[in-house]
């Protein structure tokens, strides 16, 4: 599977972004997809996944209630809306394809995984 990360850029505290994340020469409506994101000097987290269908959602706690992750099957593309967006969510975000169906919160439960898109916050 490869995938093409999108949508991030430059943007003032309190502003929003919605990243998008699609899938090339391969579909992946059947693989739960995430969200990850690094810091300069910090370890790759977690930020959001979703499952094959969307049925369920799951969220890292610093980011509950601000992003929104969501998916077409139809157009093999997940997004993320990120809103109320802090200095603190700078980072190249990534998104990646899980093993299976189920969403995971450790990147070592996905194989595949795009580009980065980078993402900054102005104070």
């Known amino acids: 599977v490869q995938l093409q990360a999108s949508g991030g850029g430059l943007v003032q505290a309190g502003g929003s972004l919605r990243l998008s994340c699609a899938a090339y020469?391969?579909?992946?409506?059947?693989?739960?997809v995430g969200w990850f994101r690094q810091a300069p000097g910090k370890e790759r987290e977690f930020v959001s996944a979703?499952?094959?269908?969307?049925?369920?959602?799951s969220y890292a706690d610093h980011v509950k209630g601000r992003f929104t992750i969501s998916r077409d099957r139809t157009k093999n593309t997940v997004l993320l809306r990120m809103n109320s967006l802090t200095p603190e969510d700078t980072a190249v975000y990534y998104c990646?394809?899980?093993?299976?169906?189920?969403?995971?919160?450790?990147?070592?439960?996905?194989?595949?995984w795009g580009q980065g898109t980078q993402v900054t916050v102005s104070s």
């Open positions: 979703i499952t094959w269908n969307g049925s369920s959602t």
């Open positions: 990646a394809v899980a093993r299976g169906s189920r969403s995971a919160m450790t990147p070592s439960e996905y194989p595949y």
């Open positions: 020469k391969r579909t992946f409506s059947n693989n739960a």
